[in-house]
């Protein structure tokens, strides 16, 4: 379906109209919404609650990454001297607000 508009012309994909309602359903979502979900990749209703109503128990093992060892027995090693740490996090929404929540961390465990 192609939108023709004042300034630019938007090409919209069809999604899968069996899944648009399956998670229409399943969400309480607008027909509108649920079809976005689908044209951005939501293949299932548990993938739209996940999505929509995030669990942290959802979140992948921190300790998956590599060299989080590491990383954690520097910064207690720090916590426990009192030095000082910098913490550099990228200027877009999701990246202050994960320097804030590091920022309140480390303060809460006494740095």
Same mark, same amino acid.
């Given at each position: 379906?192609?939108?023709?508009?004042?300034?630019?012309?938007?090409?919209?994909?069809?999604?899968?109209?069996?899944?648009?309602?399956?998670?229409?359903?399943?969400?309480?979502?607008? $027909?509108? &919404?649920?079809?976005?979900?689908? /044209?951005?990749? %939501?293949?299932?209703? #548990?993938? @739209?609650?996940?999505?929509?109503?995030?669990?942290?128990?959802?979140?992948?093992?921190?300790?998956?990454?590599?060299?989080?060892?590491?990383?954690?027995?520097?910064? $207690?090693? &720090?916590?426990?001297?009192?030095? /000082?740490?910098? %913490?550099?996090?990228? #200027?877009? @929404?999701?990246?202050?607000?994960?320097?804030?929540?590091?920022?309140?961390?480390?303060?809460?465990?006494?740095?």
């Amino acid at each position: 379906m192609l939108i023709d508009g004042a300034r630019c012309r938007w090409s919209v994909e069809p999604a899968d109209p069996e899944l648009v309602r399956e998670i229409q359903r399943s969400a309480g979502l607008t $027909e509108a &919404a649920a079809a976005a979900l689908v /044209r951005r990749g %939501v293949g299932t209703p #548990d993938e @739209a609650r996940k999505l929509l109503k995030p669990d942290v128990r959802d979140l992948p093992d921190i300790r998956l990454l590599p060299d989080v060892d590491k990383l954690v027995a520097r910064v $207690e090693l &720090a916590l426990s001297r009192g030095e /000082r740490m910098t %913490v550099h996090g990228h #200027d877009d @929404a999701d990246g202050v607000t994960a320097s804030i929540a590091m920022v309140d961390a480390l303060k809460e465990l006494g740095g």
